[in-house]
T-cell receptor, first 115, second 113 residues
Framework: AQKVTQAQTEISVVEKEDVTLDCVYETRDTTYYLFWYKQPPSGELVFLIRRNSFDEQNEISGRYSWNFQKSTSSFNFTITASQVVDSAVYFCALSSYSSASKIIFGSGTRLSIRP | DGGITQSPKYLFRKEGQNVTLSCEQNLNHDAMYWYRQDPGQGLRLIYYSQIVNDFQKGDIAEGYSVSREKKESFPLTVTSAQKNPTAFYLC????????????FGDGTRLSIL
């Protein structure tokens, strides 16, 4: 079965703190893709990153970084020096051949950055 | 600019009425999707379409219907059979390749009068 778990329902930190959003996934496929999306208060989902199962290199994009570890089936997302504009709901998602091009979303983590 | 347009942004429905949510994309994507999001919850797939004139049920298709007569359009009808339609509806599209990310519209918020 395909599943994505985001155990942190809500996180609140003070601006400039670092924060990590956890994502644990389940799949029996050897080829799969992991995604992170951001949903700001306006509602639309914004694509942040995609990772395939054969690439475990960590990625950094400005203040954002992602840690993919197949050994623990995790794909965690860290925001360094958080800003108020980072406040949003963040979704982790999984797709694989078993899901027939459907993306399985986690339940999301609501991140609030306090000034 | 290419993107996905959902309309209307807010929609109100009376009991027993069918309503149709519009979704148009100019990204030349093959696949299109409809999701429902309830407060504090993730996205649940209603219907998806991989090519024109073809669509499949998602996880919560009961009470909904769709059509895909044109590549760029994928309207969703919320029928009177859907007993709890109040939710935020998101339309998405992607290239018909498994690893491609989905692009989302701004959403339609449906409420019952």
């Amino acid at each position: 079965a395909q599943k994505v778990t985001q155990a942190q329902t809500e996180i609140s930190v003070v601006e400039k703190e670092d924060v990590t959003l956890d994502c644990v996934y389940e799949t029996r496929d050897t080829t799969y893709y992991l995604f992170w999306y951001k949903q700001p208060p306006s509602g639309e989902l914004v694509f942040l990153i995609r990772r395939n199962s054969f690439d475990e290199q960590n990625e950094i994009s400005g203040r954002y970084s992602w840690n993919f570890q197949k050994s623990t089936s995790s794909f965690n997302f860290t925001i360094t020096a958080s800003q108020v504009v980072d406040s949003a709901v963040y979704f982790c998602a999984l797709s694989s051949y078993s899901s027939a091009s459907k993306i399985i979303f986690g339940s999301g983590t609501r991140l609030s950055i306090r000034p | 600019d290419g993107g996905i347009t959902q309309s209307p942004k807010y929609l109100f429905r009376k009991e027993g009425q069918n309503v149709t949510l519009s979704c148009e994309q100019n990204l030349n994507h093959d696949a299109m999707y409809w999701y429902r999001q309830d407060p504090g919850q993730g996205l649940r797939l209603i219907y998806y379409s991989q090519i024109v004139n073809d669509f499949q049920k998602g996880d919560i298709a009961e009470g909904y219907s769709v059509s895909r007569e044109k590549k760029e359009s994928f309207p969703l009808t919320v029928t009177s059979a859907q007993k709890n339609p109040t939710a935020f509806y998101l339309c998405a599209s992607s290239l018909y390749i498994l690893e491609q990310p989905q692009h989302f519209g701004d959403g339609t918020r449906l409420s019952i009068l």
